[in-house]
């Protein structure tokens, strides 16, 4: 998920119009096309009808009018949960806005929630990258940095069997584990071995035999059996305490190497790790072990 503040109304262009409030017939509603969400959970959707069967709808959802219809720009769970409940008329402020804004709109609700998967999240982006002159504004019009964007980027590299399977359950891979793979896939193109190994490690892990972020590993001890030490490293995942993946240390035969986001690690971070790596490696090696 993006961990970003996301602000609806900083989104929208400057020139768009507060809106109309208003109560419109459900039945005109349609879902906006460029909604990231592929699968809407019962459970959730069965929560959210209570909660406005009980309470109302705390929030009007946002549309946008098309001919004598409305398209959804923001809201569409709270549309379908009045759909649940038979409701004939739901409360909503029409707005006119761009498509690229109302790409955005959609795209920021969603993330905010915290069920969105990265997969989702990828095929929204990739949906509005059009709307972008280069990466570098489509980066900072959704709120994360260029190395963020490329992970969600990277589940289009990815095999048909793999993307098939996420079409149907988008949580089985995050944008990290996609990443290193899109990475493992281009360092050895056209290897049959590594596409074998690929399939045999993604049915272990839907079998829930494989973790996502061993894949690699799985894929580059096949290498290193197949054809020694030299083609293959061993690699460990370094992860912030959200969990998020920033950097990885890699061991081949004859060296040991850290690798960091700067976009993660400060001046100050640098050098303090810098300075450790420098006293552990003084320090006597008993000392150590101990």
């Given at each position: 998920?993006?961990?970003?503040?996301?602000?609806?109304?900083?989104?929208?262009?400057?020139?768009?119009?507060?809106?109309?409030?208003?109560?419109?017939?459900?039945?005109?509603?349609?879902?906006?096309?460029?909604?990231?969400?592929?699968?809407?959970?019962?459970?959730?959707?069965?929560?959210?009808?209570?909660?406005?069967?009980?309470?109302?709808?705390?929030?009007?959802?946002?549309?946008?009018?098309?001919?004598?219809?409305?398209?959804?720009?923001?809201?569409?769970?709270?549309?379908?949960?009045?759909?649940?409940?038979?409701?004939?008329?739901?409360?909503?402020?029409?707005?006119?806005?761009?498509?690229?804004?109302?790409?955005?709109?959609?795209?920021?609700?969603?993330?905010?929630?915290?069920?969105?998967?990265?997969?989702?999240?990828?095929?929204?982006?990739?949906?509005?990258?059009?709307?972008?002159?280069?990466?570098?504004?489509?980066?900072?019009?959704?709120?994360?940095?260029?190395?963020?964007?490329?992970?969600?980027?990277?589940?289009?590299?990815?095999?048909?069997?793999?993307?098939?399977?996420?079409?149907?359950?988008?949580?089985?891979?995050?944008?990290?584990?996609?990443?290193?793979?899109?990475?493992?896939?281009?360092?050895?193109?056209?290897?049959?071995?590594?596409?074998?190994?690929?399939?045999?490690?993604?049915?272990?892990?839907?079998?829930?035999?494989?973790?996502?972020?061993?894949?690699?590993?799985?894929?580059?001890?096949?290498?290193?059996?197949?054809?020694?030490?030299?083609q293959a490293t061993d690699e460990q995942i370094i992860q912030n305490k959200s969990?998020?993946?920033?950097?990885?240390?890699?061991?081949?035969?004859?060296?040991?190497?850290?690798?960091?986001?700067?976009?993660?690690?400060?001046?100050?971070?640098?050098?303090?790790?810098?300075?450790?790596?420098?006293?552990?490696?003084?320090?006597?090696?008993?000392?150590?072990?101990?």
């Amino acid at each position: 998920m993006i961990n970003a503040p996301f602000n609806l109304e900083k989104l929208a262009s400057p020139t768009v119009p507060m809106g109309k409030h208003c109560l419109i017939n459900v039945e005109l509603i349609e879902p906006n096309p460029y909604q990231p969400r592929t699968h809407y959970s019962k459970e959730s959707l069965d929560n959210l009808a209570k909660s406005i069967k009980e309470n109302g709808l705390l929030q009007p959802i946002i549309v946008e009018k098309s001919d004598d219809r409305y398209l959804i720009i923001a809201g569409e769970r709270r549309w379908r949960a009045h759909l649940m409940l038979n409701k004939s008329h739901i409360e909503a402020i029409v707005r006119t806005i761009d498509d690229q804004t109302q790409a955005i709109y959609a795209l920021a609700e969603n993330i905010v929630r915290e069920d969105l998967s990265d997969y989702e999240t990828g095929k929204a982006i990739r949906s509005i990258e059009d709307e972008f002159p280069n990466k570098t504004n489509l980066a900072e019009a959704i709120g994360i940095n260029r190395t963020d964007l490329y992970r969600y980027l990277a589940f289009d590299s990815l095999p048909e069997f793999v993307l098939n399977d996420l079409n149907r359950d988008p949580t089985l891979l995050s944008r990290a584990a996609a990443d290193q793979i899109k990475s493992l896939l281009v360092d050895h193109q056209d290897s049959s071995l590594v596409l074998s190994s690929l399939e045999t490690a993604w049915g272990l892990l839907k079998d829930g035999k494989l973790q996502q972020t061993h894949i690699t590993r799985f894929i580059k001890k096949a290498l290193k059996d197949a054809y020694g030490l030299n083609q293959a490293t061993d690699e460990q995942i370094i992860q912030n305490k959200s969990g998020g993946p920033i950097g990885q240390v890699k061991q081949t035969k004859k060296h040991w190497t850290l690798q960091l986001n700067v976009d993660e690690v400060n001046e100050q971070q640098q050098q303090q790790i810098v300075d450790y790596i420098q006293q552990l490696l003084s320090e006597p090696s008993d000392s150590v072990a101990s």
